[in-house]
């Protein structure tokens, strides 16, 4: 399930330079349980731009140059359940080029899915008050993008409230891979867990994106009953022809390491895609959060 949210969706995009630089930073964000979190954060920024190492990617990217723009936007994107804050740099790098602050934070390390809404809670909390460059944010514009369990996450950082109940008589009649991973963990999971009136409160304009051949997250059981769940009905995009992990990033050095997630059907353009899938994410934001005055 691909999720894209946004979370203030009131009010074109900031004063930062068009078509600049991109700067990026690692940070690393306090968290209660004394595990700080790892997080990425892509920026406009007029520094000069090198290629630089990220993960088993490379982008090119000013290292903690100055962020260039006032009132800036900011999205936070969340990763899948056993990804990395680097898995959608892409989108990242695409939304920071026209003019939003993008930070990514790495969940991987938490098996606590429950957990995953608390974190972005404090990630924000950093963003805004503790962040060297908090100053250049505006708080009034605030989005949020999740892929697949970032999808669950998202929904409950914006009102959605899941039901855990549910899991063990979904798990009873789907023996799905995503109840594989369940067991014995304390978890939760998307769409099976919201209810009939679990969403109710999510009132911010959405954008849905289903891979149709999605096999970890089978239709109609995730991204369609989001979907029909939702009170107000999202953009809906269902991707023909791809698998479940076409929304992550997939380089040479990706595919190495990592073939199951850069395999797709023989005819599935998979860096085509991205272009057409980053420009409705920006295109989207760029709706939903113009800049105030």
């Given at each position: 399930?691909?999720?894209?949210?946004?979370?203030?969706?009131?009010?074109?995009?900031?004063?930062?330079?068009?078509?600049?630089?991109?700067?990026?930073?690692?940070?690393?964000?306090?968290?209660?349980?004394?595990?700080?979190?790892?997080?990425?954060?892509?920026?406009?920024?007029?520094?000069?731009?090198?290629?630089?190492?990220?993960?088993?990617?490379?982008?090119?990217?000013?290292?903690?140059?100055?962020?260039?723009?006032?009132?800036?936007?900011?999205?936070?994107?969340?990763?899948?359940?056993?990804?990395?804050?680097?898995?959608?740099?892409?989108?990242?790098?695409?939304?920071?080029?026209?003019?939003?602050?993008?930070?990514?934070?790495?969940?991987?390390?938490?098996?606590?899915?429950?957990?995953?809404?608390?974190?972005?809670?404090?990630?924000?909390?950093?963003?805004?008050?503790?962040?060297?460059?908090?100053?250049?944010?505006?708080?009034?514009?605030?989005?949020?993008?999740?892929?697949?369990?970032?999808?669950?996450?998202?929904?409950?950082?914006?009102?959605?409230?899941?039901?855990?109940?549910?899991?063990p008589a979904y798990c009873a009649e789907y023996a799905d891979r995503v109840c594989g991973m369940l067991r014995g963990v304390d978890t939760s999971t998307p769409a099976f867990t919201f209810g009939p009136d679990a969403l109710a409160a999510v009132k911010v304009p959405i954008q849905l994106w289903r891979a149709a051949n999605d096999a970890i997250n089978p239709h109609p059981r995730a991204a369609e009953a989001i979907y029909h769940a939702l009170p107000a009905k999202p953009d809906y995009v269902v991707v023909p022809n791809a698998?479940?992990?076409?929304?992550?990033?997939?380089?040479?050095?990706?595919?190495?390491?990592?073939?199951?997630?850069?395999?797709?059907?023989?005819?599935?353009?998979?860096?085509?895609?991205?272009?057409?899938?980053?420009?409705?994410?920006?295109?989207?934001?760029?709706?939903?959060?113009?800049?105030?005055?």
């Open positions: 399930m691909k999720t894209l949210l946004s979370a203030l969706a009131m009010v074109a995009l900031s004063t930062a330079p068009a078509a600049g630089a991109i700067g990026f930073q690692r940070v690393a964000v306090p968290d209660s349980d004394d595990r700080p979190r790892e997080v990425g954060i892509w920026y406009p920024s007029d520094a000069p731009a090198s290629p630089q190492p990220l993960g088993p990617h490379r982008q090119t990217v000013a290292i903690d140059g100055a962020v260039a723009g006032h009132r800036l936007p900011l999205v936070v994107i969340l990763h899948g359940v056993q990804g990395s804050f680097d898995n959608h740099h892409l989108t990242a790098l695409a939304l920071a080029r026209a003019g939003v602050v993008v930070a990514a934070v790495n969940q991987s390390q938490d098996m606590r899915l429950v957990e995953r809404p608390r974190h972005v809670r404090r990630l924000l909390d950093y963003l805004l008050a503790d962040w060297p460059s908090h100053d250049r944010l505006d708080p009034a514009r605030i989005g949020i993008f999740g892929f697949s369990l970032g999808g669950f996450t998202a929904l409950v950082a914006i009102g959605g409230v899941p039901d855990l109940g549910r899991i698998g479940h992990f076409v929304f992550i990033a997939c380089g040479a050095d990706m595919a190495k390491g990592a073939p199951a997630i850069c395999r797709d059907a023989a005819d599935f353009d998979r860096p085509a895609f991205h272009q057409r899938l980053d420009a409705a994410v920006v295109a989207f934001f760029t709706a939903h959060l113009p800049t105030t005055r």
